[in-house]
């Protein structure tokens, strides 16, 4: 490290594009990093231990070594129902959408066991119980009930959008409390919705696009490939119960 650094330690980066960057003799101990788009980075002599990532992993190379399906592997093996939330047709997605609301209802009924309250603690600053039960009910409301059922206006005031969206106006209150009956009330609807077009589904369907749905949210408005916008509530739904279960039993431990 070179003797005249300069000092920046603390710094919060918020909202800030940082492409195209070069950074030589840097030093990210302890460093934190959210929502972040890592495309296109090259890291040579780079020191790395006690380091944790989470998320999407595609042409990771390490030491000359695709680390992407090894994780994957790996993944598979310690679940055997991850490779079920890949599915390539009809009958795959209903597979998978009923294997998601088996687990999510063992996690569920493994949050009652706790405290009201805790289910509106936050982790690691990650969402809490409450929050992750919100925010799936967005997920199903932008990708369902917008982007494949052409309801242009879907939204609860329950509905959590990821936080890069949250500047954007949403009438609702982003700090509201709801009880889990409340939000698990909200959530039954939705999954009856998926359940709902997963039932009708077909391998032609899912091979077509979608008609573009003016309004306000995510995703812009423009046509998707069926099978990537079902894709991403088997996507969200999956990962988030990991999430979920993770700190759960943070929180039950006290």
């Keep these: 490290m070179s003797n005249d650094l300069r000092d920046l330690s603390g710094t919060t980066y918020e909202r800030t594009s940082m492409r195209d960057s070069r950074m030589t003799w840097v030093d990210l101990s302890g460093t934190q990093i959210r929502h972040a788009a890592l495309r296109g980075i090259r890291m040579r002599g780079v020191e790395m231990e006690n380091v944790e990532i989470d998320g999407e992993l595609v042409n990771v190379v390490i030491n000359g070594v695709d680390v992407a399906p090894l994780v994957e592997a790996e993944m598979a093996r310690r679940d055997p129902d991850y490779a079920a939330m890949k599915p390539q047709d009809a009958d795959g997605f209903r597979s998978a959408w009923e294997i998601l609301e088996r687990r999510w209802g063992e996690t569920v009924d493994r949050a009652r066991a706790l405290e009201p309250a805790l289910l509106h603690e936050r982790v690691d600053d990650e969402w809490s119980f409450i929050e992750t039960l919100r925010h799936l009910c967005y997920a199903t409301d932008a990708w369902v ?40 009330a909200l959530r039954a609807d939705r999954q009856a919705t998926v359940r709902r077009v997963l039932a009708d589904l077909t391998d032609e369907r899912l091979g077509q696009k979608t008609a573009p749905v003016d309004g306000r949210g995510w995703p812009p408005p423009d046509g998707y490939p069926v099978a990537e916008a079902l894709g991403v509530v088997i996507n969200e739904e999956y990962h988030h119960r990991r999430y979920a279960e993770r700190d759960l039993a943070v929180l039950s431990q006290g």
């Design 145 to 184: 009930n917008r982007v494949y059922l052409g309801d242009p206006d879907p939204w609860s005031p329950l509905d959590l959008p990821f936080d890069t969206l949250r500047d954007l106006a949403w009438d609702y209150d982003k700090d509201v409390r709801p009880s889990l009956d409340e939000v698990l």
